[in-house]
Structures are given as structure tokens and as C-alpha cells.
């Protein structure tokens, strides 16, 4: 290795030193200035200083939160916004690179759920991918919602309030607020009442 290849690894160490110290801090903060606020030693999140943490917000371990984003409006671009009591199971990712994803009160992402709200378009079949255009949109997850394990959430989806999108679902297009989504891409399987728990 030359003198200049060891300066420049001995400079991107400095800063990713830097970078995880950086971080390091900010969570640090987050864990302590939230009331009730429980975030895995093992979980990840890239700039957190663009997460916003409601009250008794529970994230398990090895979750992968990226708030970071090359979006033209970085004041909301790559933002990941979690209301009170919101649960994120165990190795979820939420990949708030494009835009933002917001999960509003008592809602539940299950474990290694993926919601990004960002991808590519594919669509010039003659171009690679990397150099299309990527298609963008907040995400949005109502109050009381629950994305089942393994499920995937794509680029500008609402799930509505109270509805259930199940285990290894795929989905494309907006859940209405108390109904079931299953499959791939995700299809409303049922209709879900406020009443329910009243019945016998």
C-alpha cells in the first residue's frame, strides 16, 4: 500500500470513528430524554438526529433504522417519526432513505418487517436500474395498525387505522383502516369492525 492509500484508510477510519461516536450520542439522548424509551444496544439507526421518539417506544434488537437520505427536501427526506407506544420486532428495517416513514400511536412492525420508501422505477427494460429514476413516497402507518412479520411496505403505501397486514405480505398499494391484508402484492381478505370485541 502506497503512503497516500494509508493516509486516506487512516482518514475514512477517523471518520467512521467519528460518525459511530457521533451517534453513539445522539441515541444516548434519545434513550434519556424520552419518557419509558426502550432501544436494543444492538439496534441500529443511521442519523439519529432525523428520528423523533414518542413515549414508550419499544425497539427490539438488530432493528435497522436509516434515516438518512439524498432526497432534494432533506428537512423531511430519510425522517423516521415513531409515535407513543410504538413496537418495532426484532430485526425490522425501516428504510426512510426517500422520503419519510411515519408510524403513528400504538402501532406494531413485526419482526424482520422491511418498509423503504425508496426504490427503482425498472422502467426502461434497456437501462440498468441504478441509473433510472427512483420512485418515492412517505409511509405512512396509522394508529393501532400491525405489519406482520416479514412483510414488506413499499414507497408511499397508508396503512390504514386498526387495519392488519399479515405475515410476508407484500405491499403496494394503501390498506383501509380496519381491514386485513394478506399475500403478494397484499389484497384486503376481510373487513375488521370497531364492535368486534363486543361480540360474542
Known amino acids: 500500500m502506497t503512503v497516500r492509500g494509508v493516509v486516506l484508510f487512516c482518514r475514512r477510519l477517523l471518520a467512521e470513528a467519528r460518525r459511530l461516536y457521533y451517534e453513539e450520542i ?9 419518557r419509558q424509551v426502550t432501544i436494543d444496544r444492538s439496534a441500529r439507526i ?10 414508550g417506544v419499544l425497539i427490539h434488537a438488530h432493528s435497522l433504522l436509516y434515516c438518512s437520505g ?13 409515535g407513543n407506544r ?25 419482526a424482520g418487517a422491511v418498509l423503504v420508501s425508496e426504490m427503482y422505477s425498472y422502467a426502461d427494460p434497456t437501462r440498468p436500474a441504478r441509473q433510472q429514476p427512483k420512485i418515492m413516497g412517505d409511509i405512512v402507518i396509522e394508529e393501532n395498525a400491525t405489519i406482520g412479520a416479514n412483510a414488506v411496505v413499499l414507497p408511499g403505501v397508508t396503512v390504514g387505522r386498526s387495519a392488519i397486514v ?29 364492535d368486534e370485541h363486543l361480540r360474542p
Open 26 to 34: 445522539v441515541l444516548d439522548r434519545l434513550r434519556s430524554s424520552s
Open 86 to 110: 410504538v413496537e418495532l420486532g426484532w430485526g425490522c428495517i425501516l428504510h426512510g432513505g426517500g422520503a419519510q416513514i411515519i408510524i403513528r400511536d400504538d402501532a406494531i412492525i413485526g
Open 166 to 194: 399479515g405475515a410476508g405480505a407484500v405491499v403496494t398499494t394503501d390498506v383501509p383502516p380496519f381491514s386485513v391484508a394478506v399475500g403478494v402484492p397484499a389484497r384486503v381478505v376481510k373487513q375488521r369492525h370497531a
Open 70 to 82: 439524498s432526497a432534494p427536501d432533506e428537512r423531511s427526506h430519510g425522517r423516521i417519526v415513531l
Open 46 to 55: 443511521i442519523r439519529p438526529d432525523r428520528l423523533t421518539l414518542g413515549e
